[in-house]
């Protein structure tokens, strides 16, 4: 004999878990004279065989032959009310869900007018309502055959990162420029994402990006390019750091024990001696420095191929070759080739 389930009700069901099963595996044995007994805020959707039939809202309902049509139709069971029939019942959470949290699980690799690639990071928050619980359980649990909260939550942050990636493609806005736009990103994503909550069943009631941040690899790429921007003029940077040295070991050498040598004069000849031939080194080291910086600008060509031009920009050609395309750098194509000026690059570099 099957195990008649006479009252069908979930009221344990929580303020943050979307479906309840009844009952929690298998198949339930049901028949017409059980209670089907639905409180607020809940919708209870009877389903068999991948397909979400009768619904019922909050209240106590007897099943009769008059209130479940869909079973009846599909399970005969009109010839015999007393007979049982198997199903499952999904109970269905009709709240709103008004903290929901998404985030980026891997980077988001994209293109940077700044940076070149650049990972990016993101997360944030949306609110929603389950406002068709037959299509809701038709598509959640039918066709993906989730009906867990914490795998309903994976599927639908799924969708969001899916749309957000998307969006960050084809808006190509920097990384500097994005915090500044989050409002707009944030109105962009929920029109994407309503969409395809629509489908399921779900209206999307709000839609905040939080924070887009880049990986430790970037932001070390972003530390770096800001000490570059630092130091400004090179040639001054390193004479300030040789007269810093000199300073430095100037003050060690001469520190609090000066009396303890043959006299003052002796102390000052030895400092003068010290600080210059602490100055011809410096000098010999700025005079090496500034004939490599010549070497180096007389060996870059007037006119380079992608390689050259990659190794002067310092980035890969792939990336570069991205940019010509893009028509951010101007190269001049002679048969399969690409043929760039030094000035052309030297422009986009101070552009």
């Known amino acids: ?68 049509p869909l079973l009846i139709d599909i399970l005969g069971l009109a010839w015999r009310g007393s007979s049982p029939f198997t199903a499952e019942v999904y109970f269905v959470n009709m709240r709103d869900f008004i903290d929901m949290k998404w985030g980026t699980p891997e980077p988001i690799s994209m293109r940077d007018q700044d940076l070149g690639l650049v990972r990016l990071r993101a997360l944030g928050r949306y609110s929603m309502a389950v406002t068709d619980p037959q299509m809701f359980v038709s598509k959640i649990v039918g066709t993906q055959g989730l009906y867990r909260t914490s795998d309903i939550e994976d599927y639908l942050r799924g969708i969001i990162v899916s749309r957000l990636t998307d969006l960050l493609g084809e808006s190509k806005v920097g990384l500097f420029d994005m915090p500044g736009m989050y409002d707009e990103f944030s109105a962009a994503l929920r029109a994407k994402v309503a969409e395809d909550f629509e489908q399921l069943g779900i209206t999307l009631k709000a839609m905040y990006i939080q924070s887009i941040s880049p990986t430790e690899e970037t932001q070390k790429a972003i530390d770096e390019r800001a000490a570059m921007g ?31 040598l043959t006299g003052a004069g002796v102390g000052l000849g030895a400092g003068m001696g010290m600080g210059a031939g602490m100055a011809g080194m410096i000098s010999q080291a700025m005079a090496a420095g500034t004939a490599g910086a010549s070497s180096a600008a007389a060996s870059v060509p007037d006119v380079m191929t992608v390689a050259e031009a990659a190794t002067y920009l310092k980035v890969s050609e792939a990336d570069l070759q991205a940019l010509i395309d893009e028509g951010q750098v101007k190269a001049k194509k002679i048969g399969s080739d690409y043929r760039i000026s030094k000035k052309t690059l030297d422009d986009f570099l101070n552009s």
């Not at 878990?17 to 059980?34: C, I, L």
């Open 1 to 68: 004999m099957p195990r008649i389930i006479d009252v069908v009700q979930a009221p344990d069901q929580g303020a943050n878990q979307m479906v309840v099963r009844v009952p929690d595996h298998g198949s339930g044995d049901f028949r017409t004279g059980s209670q089907v007994v639905v409180r607020e805020n809940q919708d209870a959707v009877f389903f068999r065989d991948g397909k979400a039939l009768d619904v019922f809202g909050p209240g106590r309902h007897t099943i009769t032959t008059a209130n479940i």
């Open 230 to 260: 630092a130091i400004g003029d090179m040639q001054k940077y390193l004479q300030y750091q040789a007269a810093k040295s000199m300073r430095d070991a100037a003050a060690a050498s001469g520190g609090g024990e000066a009396g303890s």
